[in-house]
Nanobody, 122 residues
């Protein structure tokens, strides 16, 4: 089994910064794409940022220039550095990963973390 655990959320004032982490553990051979999603109250979950195993990144227009996604493949960990936070960034943030599991067949499965709450308010 594989688990993803996010951390780093909290309450921050507008203009502040937070760094989210997503640690993957379990029977992991490798991790392909890692993504961060967010879901605000009453809204649909949206993709915030994506990073491939090779380090290519994509961002939602709403966070470009403010958020940076990165990963440490040796630690099976992904990060989301969030700067210049705005009240509209308030949401639950979720990590998703395509994991190649160890064992015969090297199957790839999708996993989600439990989420971490980010609140941007003065």
């Amino acid at each position: 089994q594989v688990q993803l655990v996010e951390s780093g959320g909290g309450l921050v004032q507008p203009g502040g910064s937070l760094r989210l982490s997503c640690v993957a553990s379990g029977s992991i051979f490798s991790i392909n794409v890692m993504e961060w999603y967010r879901q605000a109250p009453g809204k649909q979950r949206e993709l915030v940022a994506r990073i491939t195993s090779g380090g290519s990144t994509n961002y939602a227009d709403s966070v470009k220039g403010r958020f940076t996604i990165s990963r440490d493949n040796a630690k099976n960990t992904g990060y989301l550095q969030m700067n210049s936070l705005k009240p509209e960034d308030t949401a639950d943030y979720y990590c998703r990963a395509d994991v190649v599991v160890s064992g015969p067949g090297r199957m790839t499965y999708q996993y989600w973390g439990q989420g971490t709450q980010v609140t941007v308010s003065s």
